[in-house]
């Protein structure tokens, strides 16, 4: 092994899929390498087989997939062909791996410094008072706050960011040659992420480590990575610089898929003027936990919200996990009933309608869901699923079916497509189908919780334009709830801001992302990655 | 995946979800031994007057306390005289032990089978009120907590002592300690179910309760419910044999297997026959009947199998 030599040689991997599926190789001739303290990214949207080459590099393919060609070299050593239990030295010692979901990949039951300190009793000799003064080292440089505190709490009792953190230390305690990150920053808030990558970029400059990292995100490729590899269906289209892939993009779907990115620069502001659609003053929802001892706990998670929205404009909340911004929307679609406020639709109040005196105002307002994949049910046809509500409100079953067919011709499906069930679709044509089965109810207000946020992003400009598209057609009033301010600069009118259930701040989109006036709103800006190079404004 | 170009080509056409299920479930071994097992009996309780039987409840002193094989010579009226076998031997009172035994499949199978399906029926609704109307939730589980809390076997008695003996009593006393477990079935399910966005997009198109809970979160119970059925039915016939044993369930006279071998008790040192028959079919039915439960639970519910 030469100190020279690449970290991490990929050569001409191949891995076989199962039979049935839509091409036969998850991953097919992909080659690529990290260097030592080299930050390379694998870009992709799902299905590209970006995490496949992760899990094969670490060896934890599930056995159904199978590396039929090619070799994985770590310093030199053949990863593919080393044994299980070489494997296992190999992985902590000189390969970690950090993973999406930071919530369940700690242990809950044991101690945080107990789970770090397990990787250095397995791979070293070190005695406990080492081994404690090592992780305590490695959880200070990991930035976080009282190590001691920390090392001795329980996952639950730290937040996500944090969580994700310990992740990186347990991976960099021993460090390895290489870190592989599995969309790291995914699952977590925009400021979080923006801190994240900060601390996995100072670590490797640091440390010398070599870094691989599967992203689907470009504002992140921009942030952080030296080189980039982009993939497509298994194959790898583009690879080069940072710099060079992301300003001269050779590669039609390198092209494509940095066009998608939606800008943060507002698209064309529209003044409305149009009747109010929807009045909502003063929503507040407060939950008790009723205890039959103690005293009751109550949780503010939404305070004297205030939002209006005319026929035809979009409103966007935007705000982290926890601010509230779904309750609120889940207060105003009234699937849940708000403790206080009053919601005017525009000349009813319906926030204290009783279920049955509601029932004739639920057309006027109707919801896409966030997951495409659970808000159809599985065992009806997306047929039944789009007639279900006018046939619930009086309309006859043929002319609902005529209804059906002329709204999937808009939402861009094929009418036929009717019969079939929803695992028959892809994600975005999923959410096609919800939105036919929203404007089936003819409704005046869409909510939009987070409709765009599973999708990848050709997928999320497609949709996107859809909604456009639609919002024209029958003068919605939309309202668009999303942690993606990307997203919310190309779509929203006007803007409210929430952070911890109270706005901050609301106001014309294109005003608020000039001159945010409240500071969190300032720090969201901020931490949207891939700003300083201009993702999407291409 | 990318762009996705064909929108308005015709998406990927799979096979309906249902059409693998039937055949997977004629793969699976348990499955396929116990139902062949459980088919048997159902046809041997069935044409149990056909299979070389003669009456169950004849009672004939002349021929007590005989060991299988024993040969009976039968005189009819017009002089001509036949030999009956007593395969398994005959009881105390000259009863015809296997005659006896096949007619029991009858009473096992059908305590089995109704008790199973009532206590889905009232599990399944009570479960449903108390996954859904929340106001009534504690008030139903608690009071299912203290169904709970007394021992199965000891409700039944106490529930046949407040009837008269019979089949009507023995199926409702059953039936009463096995509700409270399907209700907690259910209502786990409605629970986890009602969260999906896909009963709250029902709840936006202005769905009425019960067509909700019919259309969108019922579905949900039918694979769990099934296998909970199955052993809900297993021990129904356990428990008939236990309070026929025990001389609190169905008059001795009706031929059932506890009831054979309560009467078969006392003489069991000299007489094993009287047990060791009825015994033998009560195990191979609970075994089968479990063996399907297994087989099913396998292959509906994925996630209770890898337990």
């Known amino acids: 092994m030469s100190p020279e030599g690449p970290v991490l040689a990929v050569d001409g991997l191949s891995v076989r899929l199962p039979g049935g599926g839509d091409r036969a190789h998850a991953v097919e001739g992909v080659s690529f390498a990290v260097g030592p303290g080299e930050i390379v990214c694998v870009v992709g949207e799902s299905g590209s087989g970006k995490s496949v080459t992760a899990f094969s590099v670490m060896g934890l393919l599930p056995p159904a997939l199978k590396p039929v060609a090619g070799a994985i070299r770590l310093e030199g050593e053949n990863v593919l062909a080393a044994s299980p239990k070489r494997l296992r030295d190999l992985r902590g010692t000189r390969m970690a791996m950090v993973f999406q979901e930071p919530m369940t990949a700690l242990n809950p039951v044991l101690k945080i410094g107990d789970q770090i300190d397990e990787v250095l009793r397995i791979h070293t000799d070190l005695g406990p008072a080492d081994r404690r003064a090592k992780v305590l080292a490695i959880l200070g440089a990991m930035r976080l706050p009282d190590p001691e505190r920390i090392a001795g709490s329980y996952p639950h009792q730290i937040s996500g960011g944090q969580r994700q953190r310990i992740m990186i230390a347990a991976a960099m305690v021993l460090d390895p040659a290489l870190l592989i990150a599995d969309e790291p920053t995914t699952a977590l808030d925009v400021t979080t992420q923006a801190q994240i990558l900060r601390l996995i970029k100072e670590m490797q400059t640091r440390r010398g480590t070599g870094v691989l990292f599967i992203t689907h995100d470009f504002g992140v490729v921009a942030e952080i990575a030296d080189r980039v590899v982009v993939m497509q269906k298994g194959h790898i289209v583009e690879e080069g610089r940072a710099a060079d892939v992301l300003r001269r993009p050779q590669h039609s779907y390198t092209r494509m898929l940095i066009g998608a990115v939606p800008s943060l620069k507002p698209a064309v502001t529209r003044e409305i003027k149009a009747p109010v659609a929807l009045d909502a003053v003063g929503i507040g929802k407060t939950y008790r936990s009723a205890s039959l001892f103690g005293r009751a706990k109550i949780v503010r998670a939404a305070e004297s919200v205030d939002i209006r929205i005319r026929r035809g404009e979009t409103v966007g909340i935007v705000g982290e996990s926890g601010s509230g911004k779904t309750t609120v929307a889940r207060c105003i679609a009234r699937l849940m009933p708000p403790s206080e406020g009053a919601i005017l639709v525009p000349d009813i109040d319906i926030a204290k309608l009783t279920e049955r005196r509601l029932r004739p105002y639920r057309r006027k307002i109707q919801v896409v869901f966030q997951d495409p994949y659970r808000s159809l049910n599985p065992r009806r046809t997306v047929g039944a699923s789009i007639i279900e509500g006018p046939m619930n409100f009086g309309t006859n079953h043929a002319d609902a079916t005529a209804r059906a067919r002329d709204l999937m011709g808009l939402v861009g499906l094929q009418p036929d497509a009717l019969a079939r069930y929803p695992h028959q679709f892809s994600g975005g044509q999923r959410q096609r189908v919800a939105i036919a089965r929203a404007l089936a109810m003819e409704p005046e207000i869409l909510i939009a919780d987070e409709a765009v946020s599973a999708l990848d992003v050709s997928v999320q400009r497609q949709v996107l334009a859809l909604l456009r598209d639609v919002q024209e057609r029958f003068d919605l009033a939309i309202l668009f709830i999303t942690h993606d301010l990307r997203v919310a600069a190309q779509i929203c009118d006007r803007i409210v801001v929430m952070e911890k259930g109270v706005v901050v701040e609301q106001g014309v989109t294109a005003q608020v992302y000039a001159a945010p006036a409240h500071p969190y709103t300032r720090a969201l800006i901020e931490a949207a990655p891939g700003r300083d190079f201009g993702v999407g404004e291409a | ?307």
């Open chain 2, 1 to 307: 995946m990318s762009a996705e170009p064909a929108l308005l080509a015709p998406v990927s056409a799979l096979a309906a979800p249902d059409r693998g299920r039937l055949a997977k479930l004629a793969r699976n071994p348990s499955i396929l031994v116990g139902g062949t097992v459980l088919l048997a009996m159902l046809l041997i309780g069935i044409f149990a007057p056909f299979l070389g039987t003669i009456d169950p409840a004849a009672i004939n002193p002349s021929t007590r306390n005989k060991v299988p094989g024993f040969e009976r010579t039968i005189r009819a009226d017009d002089g001509t005289s036949t030999t009956f076998k007593h395969r398994m031997g005959t009881d105390s009172l000259g009863r015809d032990v296997y005659s006896r035994t096949l007619y029991g499949a009858r009473v096992s199978l059908l305590i089995g089978v109704s008790v199973a399906a009532v206590s889905i029926a009232v599990g399944l609704l009570l479960g449903m009120i108390a996954g859904y109307v929340r106001p009534l939730d504690g008030i139903i589980m608690r009071f299912m907590d203290g169904l709970m809390a007394i021992p199965a076997i000891l409700l039944a008695i106490a529930v046949v002592s407040l009837f008269r003996a019979g089949l009507g009593a023995v199926i409702v006393a059953i039936i009463v300690p096995e509700i409270p477990r399907v209700v907690r079935v259910v209502r786990s399910i409605v629970l986890s179910v009602r969260e999906e966005p896909y009963v709250e997009a029902a709840i936006m198109a202005g769905t009425r309760v019960p067509t909700l809970m019919v259309r969108h979160i019922l579905p949900n119970t039918v694979a769990p419910l099934i296998v909970q059925g199955t052993f809900i039915c297993a021990s129904a016939i356990l428990v008939e044999a236990i309070l026929s044993f025990l001389g609190i369930g169905i008059p001795p006279e009706v031929p059932t297997w506890g009831n054979i071998m309560a009467e078969g008790r006392n003489l069991f040192r000299i007489y094993p026959h009287n047990i060791l028959y009825p015994g033998i079919f009560l195990c191979v039915a609970v075994l089968a009947v479990n063996m399907l439960g297994d087989g099913l639970r396998d292959t509906l519910d994925p996630k209770m199998g890898a337990r």
